[in-house]
């Protein structure tokens, strides 16, 4: 019975080669293998030596990477065209989804600050602002026992940021949660793998880092310029923001040094090919 | 035969085999070649691609079965399967008919 080094080896560069889903990568390495231990082991009962037996069923077999590349243009071409609605929901529902909570998380965070530090240092409006009768009119209705207009306006813009906050928490925790069902719902399938989810590592700690250094520094600068209007709601946004770039940079920093690996290797493999 | 020559037909070769009966992925290698006296000799890493592709077309269906004691991806033609190799096969008919009549057919005698 052949010792399955070189066959072990041949599975091994053909996972690294393929670029199908988990699901499918397995299947497609225990029929190799079924099919290539059979083919060594029938050679050896013929007399090959182990060795031979495992060469010339890699060989006849084909290259590794030819063989991946056949997996991998026919999960591409036979996709079907709900799999990818099914893909892009999914896709975006986790992206939109977290982006809301965060959104979220900080309105509301914000709206604690308020309550505890003055409403103005969050929805406050820039110093010097004038109302219009008609503005100041509806700003009162929405709060009739302000003090003046400029109250009022806090009032009603915190209320707003509150109200908008919420609505974004909600939808944002619908958009994970149907996400999350549908994976579920669909895991078995090939329609619900694949997710970039490299490509969701990476957007997700570049787009909180980014934000997070602007809305904190944006709102570093306003409030040592002036402490109100609105000011603590950019650093509170800054900081969320940051707290979500936190949490994504472990996985961010290991899609980066995948692609980063894989990008080397292939230039790696085009020089040798040369 | 090179493999360039299959293209195109390999999904009617692996559909016709399925037409008898349920195989996995060697046994239907190995009965393509007997079939084809050897003609047929491609790649063995080529068919399974093929049959993955067949599967997601609703052609095919697998299942894991063990009876030889070793996890083993048998696969069997469903009835989307037996209406393309149906289809396929007259394709086929209708082309190598029209090759042939066209090898066997004499020109016409120059005009005078």
């Given at each position: 019975m ?13 996972l ?5 889903d988990?699901?499918r990568?397995?299947?497609?390495l225990?029929e ?26 890699i060989?006849?077999?084909g290259p590794?990477?030819?063989?991946a590349?056949?997996?991998n243009d026919g999960?591409?071409q ?14 975006a ?5 977290v ?21 103005d240092t ?6 010097g ?5 008609a ?5 009162f209705?929405y ?8 109250a009022a ?6 209320g ?23 994976r579920r ?8 793998a ?10 997700g ?18 409030t ?7 000011n ?15 949490a994504f ?16 290797s ?9 | 035969?090179?493999p360039d ?5 390999l ?5 016709s ?6 195989l996995?992925?060697?046994a239907?290698i ?10 047929f ?7 399974y691609p093929?049959?993955h ?11 894991w079965?063990?009876?030889t004691?070793?996890?083993?991806r048998?696969?069997?033609?469903n ?5 393309a190799l ?7 008919r ?6 042939e009549?066209?090898?066997r057919?004499?020109p016409?005698?120059?005009p005078?």
């Amino acid at each position: 019975m052949p010792s399955p080094g070189l066959i072990d080896d041949y599975l091994d560069e053909l996972l690294d080669a393929l670029r199908v889903d988990g699901r499918r990568a397995r299947r497609i390495l225990i029929e190799t293998e079924d099919h290539l231990l059979q083919a060594a082991n029938e050679r050896v009962a013929a007399g090959a030596t182990p060795a031979e037996a495992e060469r010339l069923a890699i060989e006849r077999f084909g290259p590794a990477p030819e063989v991946a590349r056949r997996f991998n243009d026919g999960a591409a071409q036979a996709l079907s065209q709900r799999a990818w609605f099914l893909r892009l929901y999914l896709y975006a529902a986790l992206l939109g989804g977290v982006g809301l909570i965060a959104v979220g998380i900080a309105g509301q965070m914000s709206a604690g600050v308020g309550l505890a530090f003055g409403k103005d240092t969050i929805a406050g409006d820039q110093p010097g602002v004038t109302y219009t009768a008609a503005r100041c009119a509806d700003y009162f209705e929405y709060a009739p026992g302000a003090a003046n207009c400029e109250a009022a306006a806090t009032d009603h813009h915190f209320g707003e940021l509150w109200r908008n906050a919420s609505a974004a928490l909600i939808l944002g925790v619908l958009a994970v949660g149907s996400h999350l069902w549908l994976r579920r719902r669909y895991a078995k399938s090939d329609d619900g793998a694949m997710l970039p989810r490299r490509a969701f590592a990476i957007l997700g700690t570049v787009a909180f880092g980014g934000a997070g250094v602007l809305l904190t520094g944006f709102g570093a600068l306003g409030t040592g310029l002036n402490a109100h209007a609105g000011n603590a709601m950019y650093l509170v946004d800054g900081l969320v923001a940051l707290a979500f770039f936190a949490a994504f940079v472990p996985a961010g920093w290991r899609a980066l040094r995948a692609v980063s690996d894989e990008a080397r290797s292939g230039y790696v493999e085009a020089v040798v090919a040369r | 035969m090179t493999p360039d020559l299959l293209k195109g037909h390999l999904d009617l070769l692996l559909l016709s085999i399925l037409e008898s009966g349920p195989l996995h992925g060697y046994a239907i290698i190995e009965e393509l070649r007997r079939r084809s006296d050897g003609t047929f000799d491609l790649p063995e890493g080529t068919v399974y691609p093929a049959l993955h592709r067949l599967e997601r077309l609703a052609y095919v269906s697998s299942h894991w079965s063990d009876e030889t004691g070793r996890r083993r991806r048998q696969y069997q033609l469903n009835d989307g399967g037996r209406a393309a190799l149906a289809k396929k096969a007259g394709e086929w008919r209708e082309f190598s008919g029209a090759i042939e009549s066209v090898m066997r057919r004499t020109p016409c005698p120059a005009p005078a």
